[in-house]
């Protein structure tokens, strides 16, 4: 019930935020955010295709394709879901999809994917990411490492 909860919570935390940015004046664009030594800016791009523009003349092919995905991973994390176990995989999921949920929604409603964070460091200085991104990365290391530990700790090993 807890990986249920933080997939909503991930979802609607980074909607809001985009919803947040949306709302903003044009003018207000790139903004440096406190507290991160200038190296974080708030800025916002509308984002029509896969990470950094890949295929943003196709979006139905975009949208089908990222449909596909989540459809895939919640099958994965659905057949999980009842097993006592592998308790760091199934977080890696639920973090997985709470951010691929919030951007597929953005990807129906939006026709683009409103990304709003910039870091000025190699190598993330080439991409603006929004909080669901961070969470799809997060959670495919979380879910990727989940394997490599011992049955324990989460693994994927048979039980």
Same mark, same amino acid.
């Given at each position: %019930?807890?990986?249920? @909860?933080?997939?909503?919570?991930?979802?609607?935390? $980074?909607?809001?935020?985009?919803?947040?940015?949306?709302?903003?004046? #044009? $003018?207000?664009?790139?903004?440096? &955010?406190?507290?991160? @030594?200038?190296?974080? #800016?708030?800025? +916002?791009?509308?984002?029509?295709?896969?990470? %950094? *523009?890949?295929? +943003?003349?196709?979006?139905?092919?975009?949208?089908?394709?990222?449909?596909? !995905?989540?459809?895939?991973?919640?099958?994965?994390?659905?057949?999980?879901?009842?097993?006592?176990?592998?308790? &760091? #995989?199934?977080?890696?999921?639920?973090? !997985?999809?709470?951010?691929?949920?919030?951007?597929?929604? $953005?990807?129906?409603?939006?026709?683009? !994917? !409103?990304?709003?964070?910039?870091?000025?460091?190699?190598?993330?200085?080439?991409?603006?990411?929004?909080? *669901? $991104?961070?969470?799809?990365?997060?959670? %495919?290391?979380?879910?990727?490492?989940?394997?490599?530990?011992?049955?324990?700790?989460?693994?994927? =090993? =048979? #039980?």
């Amino acid at each position: %019930m807890i990986c249920l @909860g933080l997939i909503a919570l991930i979802a609607l935390l $980074d909607l809001m935020l985009k919803s947040g940015i949306e709302a903003l004046p #044009e $003018d207000t664009f790139p903004r440096t &955010l406190p507290g991160f @030594g200038g190296r974080v #800016e708030l800025r +916002r791009v509308h984002n029509e295709g896969f990470p %950094m *523009g890949v295929l +943003r003349q196709s979006p139905r092919l975009v949208q089908g394709f990222s449909l596909f !995905v989540i459809c895939t991973v919640l099958l994965r994390f659905s057949l999980l879901l009842p097993q006592k176990r592998r308790r &760091l #995989e199934k977080l890696g999921l639920a973090m !997985v999809l709470g951010g691929a949920l919030s951007n597929l929604t $953005d990807r129906f409603f939006r026709h683009y !994917v !409103v990304d709003y964070l910039y870091i000025k460091r190699k190598p993330l200085n080439r991409i603006v990411w929004n909080l *669901g $991104d961070g969470f799809i990365a997060l959670g %495919m290391l979380i879910t990727l490492s989940s394997g490599l530990l011992p049955k324990q700790c989460g693994s994927a =090993k =048979k #039980e």
